[in-house]
């Protein structure tokens, strides 16, 4: 059934951000059958030349300033009218196969709300792309050697690499929560679609590649962007789930320790390192003085 009709059930949609090196290696792997939709966060270097010239049929969505990867997928799943959307990082690369598998495994498991692929890195190797719970991670220490799974598993979390939404779940859910501007935005779609009752299952036998490290233009003020949201989220993610009170006690945590270890690489001329931890720290300090990361207004009854 999901091959003879999948690209009248599907939509692919992905978010861009100054992802010149990397999106033409994707667009070229879209299948010329597939709908497309790429939503533009602001991107000053050529991606939206790459995007017209290899995709000249996608919709193109362009916002005037950076929205974020969840509220960018945002923009895109509200005009979304398939069964499913592929929502897709500009750095992976598909396989018609790959995309066959995940809609197939929905059909087979229409409780599920979201499937995620094997996800190999550019060497082939497998990068874990499944997990427990973010509260549960820890106790579980470094996952090496794990032997991949031979069939498909319900599981707490897919990466957000390449996953398949049914969308009449993330409806049901409202899809990214609008208040994360980047990073761990995954983790909560997945808590909130496992919350409604939607499993989330890893196909292994759907496989795609994730290039990674390539989706913007690496500099300083990109490492401090990334660090301070990494930080920034983690801690919004424990308030929600787990409370304010929580929240502020691991918010004065981070701040405390990466202040130091920030102090300590800049004493040993790490500026590097230095760099990314100071970021992480202001990351903690803005969180617990309530600056919002999202840049979306507030939405008003």
Known sequence: MATKDIWSRLTILTVTHNGGQVVGNMLE??????????VDNASTDDTLDIVRSLAPKAKLICNEVGLGYGNGMNCGLKVVETEFALLVNPDSVLTEEAITKLVEAADSFPE????GPTVLNPDGSIELSHDVNMFARSSLGKRVGEVSPEGPISADFVSGAV????????????FFDPEIFLYYEDDDICTRLRQAGHSVILVPSAVI??????????NRAYYWEKFWHISWSRLYFEKKYHGASSARRLGWRYALRYALKALGYTLVWN?????????????????????????????TA
């Open 112 to 115: 599920g709300g979201l499937f």
């Open 163 to 174: 996953v398949l939404l049914r969308m009449a779940a993330g409806r049901e859910v409202g």
């Open 29 to 38: 792997t879209v299948p010329a059958e597939a709908s497309l939709i790429v």
């Open 271 to 299: 500026r590097t390192k230095a760099w990314r931890d100071a970021a992480r720290c202001a990351g903690a300090l803005g969180f617990l003085f309530g600056k919002r990361a999202s840049v979306v207004p507030i939405a």
């Open 209 to 218: 590649t994730h290039i990674g490290g390539g989706s913007v233009r690496p």
